[in-house]
């Protein structure tokens, strides 16, 4: 079993949308979460952290859920410019970060 | 400023050759990594420098020999290469090693003929 599985996808969704993208880990010792963007032949770019409690920014609402070991990540009204492979990453102790294998969003007009 | 540069941002090199990628970062990080990411798939990590001292080396191979010579560099010697190892090599760095945000730099793509 992967460390860290996402569904790859890919989504298509069409502009104004809202989708969201699951991912579970199976390290129970993990201490902290993010959501990082990565567009093609890019790095990876830090979306947000996930928090227990949920957190917002903007447009993004990210969620844990500690006891099922699951991260959720919303994106509302999507544009254009979201399309890229969105990526759930885990840090095991240490801050070694492992990553999941992603999932492409592609939003259309 | 966020800002992690690497050099080059290409790279082709024939299995003989020595080489070296270079990454900087002048925010003050105390963590840089090296990270190798092939076609896609995610970033793997290779190796973890905290205060410009080796501290994980997720056993790598020796043709790959990291470097740190100060706080704000950190350098990959490739040496010996397989056309396998072609990838994109990742430099990122974070302000202490333990549960802190990881900065990336935009990669070298390199290519092992």
């Known amino acids: 079993r992967k460390e860290v599985e996402q569904d790859p996808g890919p989504f298509n969704v069409p502009e104004g949308a809202t989708v969201a993208f699951n991912c579970t880990y199976s390290?129970?010792?993990?201490?902290?979460f993010f959501w990082y963007r990565q567009d093609c032949r890019k790095e990876p770019k830090l979306l947000m952290s996930?928090?227990?409690s949920g957190n917002e920014d903007g447009r993004f609402t990210a969620q844990l859920n500690r006891a099922s070991q699951y991260i959720s990540l919303l994106i509302r009204d999507s544009k254009l410019s979201d399309s890229a492979t969105y990526l759930c990453v885990v840090n095991r102790a240490g801050n070694m970060l492992t990553f999941g294998g992603g999932t492409r969003l592609m939003v259309k007009p | 400023d966020t800002e992690v540069t690497q050099t080059p941002k290409h790279l082709v090199m024939g299995m003989t050759n020595k080489k070296s990628l270079k990454c900087e970062q002048h925010?003050?990080?105390?963590?840089m990594y090296w990270y190798k990411q092939k076609a896609k798939k995610p970033p793997e990590l290779m190796f973890v420098?905290?205060?410009?001292?080796?501290?994980i080396n997720e056993s790598v191979p020796s043709r790959f020999s990291p470097e740190c010579p100060n706080s704000s560099l950190l350098n990959l010697h490739l040496h010996a290469l397989q056309p396998e190892d072609s990838a994109l090599y990742l430099c990122?760095?974070?302000?202490?090693?333990?549960?802190?945000?990881?900065?990336f730099g935009p990669g070298t793509r390199l290519t092992v003929l």
């Open positions: 996930v928090y227990s």
């Open positions: 390290n129970s010792a993990s201490q902290s």
């Open positions: 420098y905290s205060y410009e001292k080796l501290s």
């Open positions: 990122a760095s974070s302000q202490a090693w333990d549960t802190d945000t990881q900065y």
């Open positions: 925010m003050g990080h105390r963590a």
